[in-house]
């Protein structure tokens, strides 16, 4: 008997591990209850059926059951909206492929393709449906089913944004329009003048380190004056174009210090871009009309106010666009 009661010790402990192991394996098993293996003893009796042997030591131990602990879990958050948990006792009710209504702890539920919420063996959630007004349908639970149909448009009527402008791209915009739009057409302006008047240099040539005296460099430079003047495109249709042009520049540049994109209390490298570019054209007294009225000349006065040079009128008149009137 002995022998026997050992054996059954061995099996009794080998059915214990495997409950302990499933429970290892399903530790992260949603909806999943531990279990527990409970013990009995085991006795002999008679095959008459008598018991009289008060003193029998009994025949070993068997598993009587393996039972769940419906002991209530942790809740998780998962981001999941169709992710669900019980906080207490009950269970889910879902209906197999065959109708059958089984039940599971189980909320991992997701739509399928019909707008059914199922789990993943496909069974579908059961539930009470709500009226158009949201109250619930009391009656035999359904599955619940989501419409997966078009929804009717309907027209906005009101829309609320809050965001953040970059507002290093509106300056390098405008540090870019002043290095390939704005520069240009004002040298063409000046090396026009200096090309038909070469005495004008003096002043713009004042500070310079030149080797030679200023006035033998005037004298002597009608060459270089030409080369400039040529690689400026420093020619008739080419200044008066630039004079027919230089209004919408103008404009331009008025326009970002109205939206402070320059000429704010920060300077910034498109302010110095620009109002040197402007400084330079007002010692053209032929431009001071066009520009004096404009943000953009008080601009140029506070960044460069003594801006090297002048050239006195020079321009044909007929070529000037009419100076703006002032606001």
């Known amino acids: 008997m002995s022998f026997q009661q050992g054996l059954s010790g061995l099996s009794a402990a080998s059915k214990n591990l495997e409950v302990i ?12 209850k531990s279990s527990r293996a409970e013990f009995a003893d085991m006795y002999a009796s ?35 909206p169709l992710d669900l948990a019980i906080n207490g006792n ?29 789990n993943d063996q496909g069974n579908k959630l059961l539930g009470y449906p709500a009226d158009a007004q949201g109250n619930v349908v009391q009656g035999a639970a359904q599955p619940l089913q989501l ?23 509106a300056v390098e915009d405008a540090e870019r329009f002043g290095d390939e739009q704005l520069q240009h057409p004002i040298r063409q302006l000046l090396w026009w003048g200096f090309k038909h008047e070469k005495e004008n ?12 005296p200023i006035g033998l460099a005037i004298k002597t430079g009608g060459p270089l004056v030409a080369i400039s003047a040529r690689l400026n495109e420093a020619s008739d249709p080419s200044a008066r ?38 400084g330079l054209a007002l010692t053209l007294d032929d431009l001071k009309p066009l520009i004096e009225p404009r943000p953009a000349a008080t601009l140029a006065h506070e960044i460069v106010p003594n801006y090297p040079g002048h050239t006195p009128p020079i321009l044909p008149p007929a070529w000037l666009p009419a100076a703006p009137t002032p606001a």
């Open 21 to 32: 192991g499933n429970n290892v394996a399903n530790s992260n098993t949603y909806g999943e």
């Open 46 to 80: 008679a095959m008459t059926g008598s018991s009289g042997n008060a003193v029998q030591a009994g025949i070993g131990v068997q598993v009587s059951t393996v039972s769940q602990q419906f002991n209530q879990g942790n809740i998780t958050p998962t981001g999941n």
């Open 90 to 118: 009950g269970f889910f009710q879902t209906q197999d492929p065959s109708n059958q209504t089984q039940y599971t702890r189980n909320g991992q539920f997701k739509v399928s393709s019909a707008g059914n919420i199922v």
């Open 147 to 169: 419409p997966t149909g078009g929804i009717d448009p309907q027209q906005t009527t009101k829309s609320t944004m809050e965001f953040n402008l970059d507002a290093r791209a």
């Open 201 to 212: 240099l003096r002043g713009y040539s004042e500070g310079a380190r030149l080797g030679v």
């Open 241 to 278: 174009a630039a004079l027919a042009a230089l209004p919408a520049l103008l404009d331009q540049v008025d326009a970002y210090i109205a939206d402070g994109t320059i000429g704010g209390p920060e300077r910034n490298a498109a302010d110095l871009q620009i109002a040197t570019s402007i």
